[in-house]
């Protein structure tokens, strides 16, 4: 790692910690980062020329693995055209046409260059909307680092033990309400208390940013329930599980119709986006047809809009998630196998093609069940894959990714590496 070493010592002289996302640094599993040059599948190659096994997968994004040929081949077109016009292309139309395809009960859409952009948007439309202030959301959940939502976030936040962030006035988050992850009962006693003064609810459908938490029973359906009751917004952020669970998402597989949603990773096939969406009487809000401002000089930018598109024209005709689904449980059950066989207490969430591995006896629900998690067992664990030429998440509380690129074969020489790792001191 001495080209990796330098480079970060470099960075540091002139990038805050050295790095552009707080989580890259590597500081939660106590090493320095590694400086990657490329990757092609499964795999990425840092600038020292070493292999890795990519869990991380540009933290989700790149379920058709690295440098999709095909989507490479579209990109490269696109490009030699110029990459980017400040005006409309046909690209937009045919991407949003694809995502209301695939969830039909959006009518209007919103492009934008981020998961953050697109909360942020849709938390700003909800309140016009129902002419509202408060929010609630889940601690734990990581809905971008836009003010209203730093508070108890996933993620980055939690890595660094950073429950909210300074330089957010407490004015900003004045008006959101935190709740535990799963705790329907207690979103009921809040709606009874400020239920006329709540705009909406936002909710990952599968938490993706502390660690995979999933719903349990009724969670979901519950939350629709209640904001219907009291005239409130339901907002689903699919930034993580858009496109990632099925073609559609969280929505679209529960069949829970929300007001608006939120999208990212997937939908750009690797490259800056995002987008928010909901029914008609709602995006016409949205400027130019409406009051709530919102722009962006390079939201629906050729590129990105290229490489999403033909994303999910593969994701739609080769409809790959039952073959990943296959991998991933027979991955999770063998590794769950090997961790016990050794004395080693965890459970590994999973949901079509991600997972947590959580050293714990149950999954956890919620966020104070994840820091009860043994983290030093998962440091240990991440220090001995990165050795072996595997790269997981540099923290606990990320959510872990295939690709197609992730066969049998692949996970198989996984598990063999990992029957020979030992976690205990």
């Not at 006896?361 to 001995?384: A, G, M, S």
């Amino acid at each position: 790692m001495e080209k990796s070493k330098e480079l970060y010592a470099r960075a540091k002289e002139v990038m805050p910690g050295g790095v552009s996302s707080p989580v890259r640094a590597f500081k939660a599993v106590e090493l320095p980062p590694i400086f990657v040059e490329r990757g092609e599948g499964a795999y990425i190659y840092d600038v020292d020329g070493k292999k890795y096994v990519d869990f991380v997968l540009s933290w989700g994004p790149l379920i058709l693995g690295h440098a999709h040929p095909e989507v490479v081949k579209e990109v490269k077109r696109v490009c030699e055209r110029g990459f980017s016009y400040g005006m409309s292309t046909e690209k937009e139309v045919l991407l949003a046409e694809k995502i209301k395809k695939a969830f039909p009960f959006v009518d209007g859409i919103r492009f934008v260059n981020s998961g953050t952009e697109a909360t942020m948007s849709a938390l700003r439309v909800a309140r016009a909307f129902t002419k509202r202030n408060k929010v609630i959301k889940f601690e734990g959940c990581y809905h971008g680092h836009s003010d209203s939502f730093l508070v108890k976030a996933g993620s980055g936040g939690l890595t660094f033990g950073v429950p909210s962030s300074p330089g957010v006035p407490e004015s900003v988050t004045k008006d959101t309400v935190l709740l535990p992850y799963n705790d329907i009962e207690g979103v009921k006693e809040i709606f009874k208390k400020q239920g006329e003064e709540i705009a909406c609810v936002i909710v990952e459908p599968i938490a993706g940013n502390m660690g995979v938490v999933l719903p349990e029973n009724e969670f979901l359906q519950g939350l629709r329930e209640v904001t219907q009751k009291y005239g409130a917004l339901l907002i689903f952020d699919e930034v993580i599980t858009g496109f990632r669970v099925e073609f559609g998402g969280v929505s679209t597989r529960k069949r829970i119709i929300p007001d608006l949603i939120t999208l990212g990773k997937v939908i750009g096939g690797g490259f800056p986006v995002g987008a928010y969406g909901g029914r008609k009487e709602i995006m016409e809000l949205v400027s130019p047809e409406g009051p709530v401002y919102q722009a962006g000089t390079l939201s629906g930018n050729p590129i990105a809009m290229t490489a999403g598109l033909k994303t999910l024209e593969i994701l739609e005709k080769e409809n790959p998630y039952s073959y990943i689904k296959e991998n991933l449980e027979f991955f999770t059950q063998n590794l769950k196998d090997i961790f016990y066989k050794n004395g080693i207490p965890v459970s590994i969430p999973r949901s079509t093609t991600f997972f947590s591995i959580f050293f714990s006896e149950k999954p956890p629900r919620n966020l104070n069940e994840v820091q009860e998690t043994d983290k030093k067992i998962f440091i240990r664990l991440f220090k001995k894959a990165l050795e072996k030429g595997i790269l997981l998440p540099p923290s606990p509380f990320e959510a872990m990714f295939l690709s197609v690129f992730h066969d049998k074969n692949v996970l198989s020489q996984i598990l063999e590496i990992f029957e020979n790792i030992i976690l205990k001191e």
